[in-house]
């Protein structure tokens, strides 16, 4: 807010090389040669890497296991650094300059010659699947895995018998992260210690480490270090290595000096890896009094030409969220992955949740539309009550604690819905249609689901009693500096002024997971929380010599150790003191004040809540506002209610972007929407004032009761916002309206549904 941020961009780098990446420009080639010698010559030019002299032993990886319909593993192409024989989407790198200036770099890779033969290309999932081959025979029929989760013959019973089954066919449209910051680096050697240095921005330091230096480069973990200031937004897209990465090491090494790059945005668009992008087909079984038997959705998810490192994620592992907050008994679903000429997609905000709800929250609306029932009504009947929890879901969750109908109903009075008719007939008065739309939304958070990753934190005193704290999660926009500060100040006494926090440095932080699925505060918070207790623990035993007590009468309270029934005692930060003098402690004992843990939460968290959005569209124009935005939000114990709204505002602002405008689009193999000309990101006057209300429920997962907060705007908007635009659009006849909702889109249904 003060300009005085830190990032990559921001860090000045002595003797530093400009590195500039020439992209294809074919969706689907063969390359039979390539010149580099009048790029070597250029002015300015210090090396020319290809796939030739590019001196690396590894590819990028994917992690995310999955398989085959025989049962073998899924099929996972080299995804070379650089490739040799092939490129196989618009922006894959085919060469690397670098040059003492970004412009002789630029200058010279137009001077590079590639000898390419074009080739059929595929972008679109649907025709992926009708056969059309990224990877002949590794990949017949274009797919990567096939992945079933439910009991499909219960399922399918269950249809026999129902009275009524609606049916959707949607898709789910293909996004960019676009974060403020986009991705760069800078790179350098140490020949001395025969150590590289790589600075980027990334949610997962210690993870890209680790896969970077062993998998990539082949060299052990700790002949890399990877450090991450300041980072303006990741959302996922940030969480994985890229070819450039590598690119800018290895040649930091042959040169022996610091490499830099920055991604244009032009350029983003092109290597970014893009999110969501699946075509599915719900069903939905009711009996003739509305209660839900079955469900079973269908899915084909696009992947793009290679795996990144959590490729499949998004359309497998959050599936179990197509439960919703409501009792269906049986439910089972089906996703193929297929390779496309396109590039990665990987985990974006909500990474799977906001697509399985919006297949049980649309499905719910057509069912309520076409058996004539109240759709508010038709989700309280079959909504998940408190006094079931613990509830084993008809797909893979069992929710710890929730208040669901509680939600819906704050929800519904905060947004006024008993009075949206009256809005209706007044916006109908001046040629308007206005529409509105709920959803419930849950999702899990922290996960896997049963097996959550763990987080480490430290807290470390020094000789002067002054305390730091390091941690394995990353700040990438969040506000971890004030909430952890907080949980640190309330169990230990200090307050958060006096706090050092440091994060972002595998050199100085000894683990991390990182910042992805909203599992900040229930496992870094949670490994906080235990080190606070180790390092108490500890000051009572060195309290107890200093005060010539028994530890067992040690007390301690808003940061001071006391005798209790006494006012005899010490400050926690001067018992830090003293713990690093010889003489304070008894002979033979342990110096110092500190503790580190690295912890694993009980389960994965299930963060809920109630979405209500409310539009307005032009009839003759297509054009929709957004006019009130409602949500009531369930993400446990609540540490700082600022933040948690925040990480609320702008997850809606993610999801109403993909309602209304966002789209990455290909014609003939080609990005359409490579910029923010095509590329409709939101607008603040897009928007409108966000009423977001709370409805805490704590989890007994961990140590804070605390539920994941990152992600939930974004699961509800999806649903909640189309829904709106289709009921504003329902009395013309329209069921349904694809994603992006926008002007041109709307203007067309309207007059198709006229016609």
């Known amino acids: 807010m003060r300009g005085v941020g830190r990032y990559v961009d921001d860090l000045g780098v002595a003797g530093a090389v400009h590195m ?8 689907s080639a ?15 030019v210090v090396l020319v890497l290809t796939a030739t002299e590019l001196d690396v032993p590894g590819v990028l990886r994917c ?8 049962g073998r593993a899924l099929v996972s192409p080299e995804w070379r650094v650089l490739p040799s024989d092939a490129v196989r989407h618009v922006g894959d790198a085919v060469a690397v300059v670098f040059a003492e200036s970004l412009a002789a770099a630029r200058d010279a890779a137009e001077l590079i010659e590639v000898a390419y033969v074009p080739l059929p290309s595929v972008t679109d999932v649907a025709e992926a699947a009708a056969g059309a081959e990224v990877w002949p025979g590794e990949a017949p029929g274009n797919e990567c895995f096939h992945f079933r989760l439910g009991d499909a013959d219960a399922v399918g019973a269950a249809f026999a018998k129902a009275a009524h089954v609606t049916r959707l066919a949607f ?7 676009a974060p403020m910051e986009p991705r760069n680096l800078v790179a350098s050697y140490d020949p001395v210690d025969e150590r590289y240095t790589l600075t980027t921005g990334t949610q997962l330091p210690h993870v890209m480490r680790n896969e970077i230096a062993e998998h990539a480069l082949g060299v052990a973990s700790n002949r890399l270090r990877v450090i991450s200031p ?6 996922g897209m940030k969480e994985s290595p890229f070819p450039e990465h590598v690119c800018a090491l290895v040649a930091a090494r042959m040169l022996g000096r610091p490499v830099r790059w920055a991604a244009t945005r032009s350029e983003s668009f092109l290597s970014d890896s893009h999110a969501r992008d699946n075509a599915s087909v719900g069903e939905l079984a009711l009996n003739a009094a509305g209660d839900f038997l079955a469900m079973r959705v269908r899915t084909a998810a696009n992947l793009g030409a290679y795996l990144a490192w959590q490729g499949p994620v998004s359309s497998t592992n959050n599936v179990g969220g197509l439960a919703g907050v409501y009792r269906t008994p049986h439910i089972c679903t089906e996703v193929t992955g297929y390779f496309t000429n396109t590039q990665p997609t990987a985990p974006y905000r909500g990474a799977g949740r906001p697509e399985a709800i919006f297949a049980m929250e649309r499905l719910i609306d057509l069912a309520a539309d076409e058996m004539g029932l109240d759709r508010i009504e038709l989700r309280a009947r079959n909504m998940i009550r408190p006094e079931e929890m613990p509830f084993r879901t008809g797909l893979d969750y069992t929710y710890d604690s929730g208040d669901f109908p509680k939600n819906m109903a704050l929800a519904l009075a905060a947004a006024d819905w008993d009075g949206f008719a009256t809005r209706r007939s007044e916006a109908a008065a001046r040629g308007m249609l206005r529409g509105i739309g709920i959803a419930n939304a849950i999702e899990s958070a922290g996960g896997p689901h049963r097996k959550p990753l763990e987080e480490a934190a430290e807290i470390r005193f020094d000789s002067g009693g002054s305390m730091t704290l390091l941690l394995g999660s990353h700040n990438h926009g969040q506000g971890h500096e004030t909430v952890f500060g907080q949980i640190a100040a309330t169990h230990l006494g200090i307050p958060p002024e006096r706090i050092r926090i440091l994060f972002g440095d595998t050199d100085v932080v000894a683990h991390g997971r990182g910042t992805i699925g909203s599992r900040s505060m229930m496992a870094a918070g949670g490994a906080l929380v235990g080190a606070s207790l180790k390092v108490i623990a500890r000051g009572k035993t ?21 005798v209790a029934g006494t006012d005899r005692g010490f400050g926690i930060e001067a018992v830090a003191r003293q713990s690093y003098i010889p003489g304070a402690l008894p002979d033979g004992a342990e110096l110092g004040l500190g503790a580190s843990l690295v912890n694993r939460p009980g389960d994965a968290t299930f963060p809920n809540g109630c979405h209500i959005a409310e539009v307005e569209i032009d009839p003759e124009t297509g054009a929709c506002a957004l006019l009130r935005y409602t949500v009531v939000d369930d993400v446990g114990t609540v540490i700082n209610p600022m933040l948690v709204k925040g990480q609320i505002h702008g997850g809606i602002a993610q999801g109403i972007g993909q309602v209304f405008g966002e789209a990455i689009r290909y014609e003939d193999g080609q990005l359409i929407s490579g910029s923010f000309m095509d590329y409709a990101m939101p607008r603040a006057d897009d928007l409108c004032a966000f009423k977001v209300l709370s409805n805490p429920v704590p989890t007994k997962t961990n140590a804070l009761g605390v539920k994941g907060a990152g992600e939930a705007g974004t699961v509800g908007a999806l649903p909640a916002g189309i829904g709106a635009v289709v009921d504003a659009l329902r009395p013309l006849g329209i069921r349904h309206i694809a994603m992006p909702a926008t002007p041109e889109t709307i203007w067309r249904a309207i007059q198709e549904a006229r016609a």
Do not use: C, K, N, Q
């Not at 390539?34 to 002015?43: C, L, S």
């Not at 992690?63 to 025989?70: C, E, M, S």
């Not at 898709?171 to 992260?177: N, Y």
């Open 20 to 27: 500039h990446v020439l992209r294809s420009p074919h969706a």
């Open 30 to 44: 063969r390359i039979e040669g390539m010149d580099v010698a009048a790029a070597r010559r250029a002015p300015g």
């Open 63 to 70: 992690v995310t296991p999955r398989h085959r319909r025989d």
């Open 171 to 177: 898709r789910i449209s293909r996004l960019t992260a």
């Open 230 to 235: 300041d980072v303006g937004g990741g959302f």
């Open 542 to 562: 060195i309290a107890a010599h200093l005060l010539e007590a028994s530890e067992a009468d040690i007390e301690f309270e808003d940061g001071v150790f006391r």
